[in-house]
T-cell receptor, first 112, second 112 residues
Framework: DAGITQSPRHKVTETGTPVTLRCHQT?????MYWYRQDPGHGLRLIHY???????DKGEVSDGYSVSRSKTEDFLLTLESATSSQTSVYFC???????????FGDGTRLSIL | KNQVEQSPQSLIILEGKNCTLQ??????????LRWYKQDTGRGPVSLTI?????NTKSNGRYTATLDADTKQSSLHITASQLSDSASYIC???????????FGKGTRLSVIA
């Protein structure tokens, strides 16, 4: 398995609280991604990074921010969590555009 | 708009039978097409990646085909096993740093 770890794996929190999810890789891959997966929607891109401090928005970026200060870490922050952000969040890494993405095992986030 | 459409949405087959999943895309300029398998509760795992010049690629009992002219791909599963029960996701990459475009997946159930 590719060296990619998501933390926490499960989290329950209340509406209005900030939440930070962490993705850590040991592969030194350039690209990192955050997706959310909901029934009926498949995987949807939130934000992605193509290098340290180089990030861009995906199709569902509202309410989310990211930071990548080191190659190995990509943080996803929900600034003020809402119930609509209840989802399973996947991090992925990719070495270059012709290589496969490797996914973490996901974080199940519930916002009450 | 870059899109990936998969069919059928779901499929049930008997163990030992073959099946074919379809993927149509409108992503441009095309770089490569990927098929992923996602088991319930896990992150997707790469099965194949095909570039413009590749028509067929196999990974064990999985064979993917690509017709770049008609912008269609298929994933053929031979002699299905119960462990093939999963969602199969078609993903298309455009050139440059643009994010990957995901289909919503086909949910395959293999029954005894």
């Amino acid at each position: 398995d590719a060296g990619i770890t998501q933390s926490p794996r499960h989290k329950v929190t209340e509406t209005g609280t900030p939440v930070t999810l962490r993705c850590h890789q040991t592969e030194n891959h350039r690209y990192m991604y955050w997706y959310r997966q909901d029934p009926g929607h498949g995987l949807r891109l939130i934000h992605y990074s193509y290098g340290v401090k180089d990030t861009d928005k995906g199709e569902v970026s509202d309410g989310y921010s990211v930071s990548r200060s080191k190659t190995e870490d990509f943080l996803l922050t929900l600034e003020s969590a809402t119930s609509s952000q209840t989802s399973v969040y996947f991090c992925a890494i990719m070495e270059d555009s012709n290589q496969p993405q490797h996914f973490g095992d996901g974080t199940r986030l519930s916002i009450l | 708009k870059n899109q990936v459409e998969q069919s059928p949405q779901s499929l049930i087959i008997l163990e030992g039978k073959n099946c074919t999943l379809q993927c149509n895309y409108t992503v441009s300029p095309f770089s490569n097409l990927r098929w992923y398998k996602q088991d319930t509760g896990r992150g997707p795992v790469s099965l194949t990646i095909m570039t413009f010049s590749e028509n067929t690629k196999s990974n064990g009992r999985y064979t993917a085909t690509l017709d770049a002219d008609t912008k269609q791909s298929s994933l053929h599963i031979t002699a299905s096993q119960l462990s093939d029960s999963a969602s199969y996701i078609c993903v298309v990459s455009a050139t440059g740093n643009t994010p990957l475009v995901f289909g919503k997946g086909t949910r395959l159930s293999v029954i005894a």
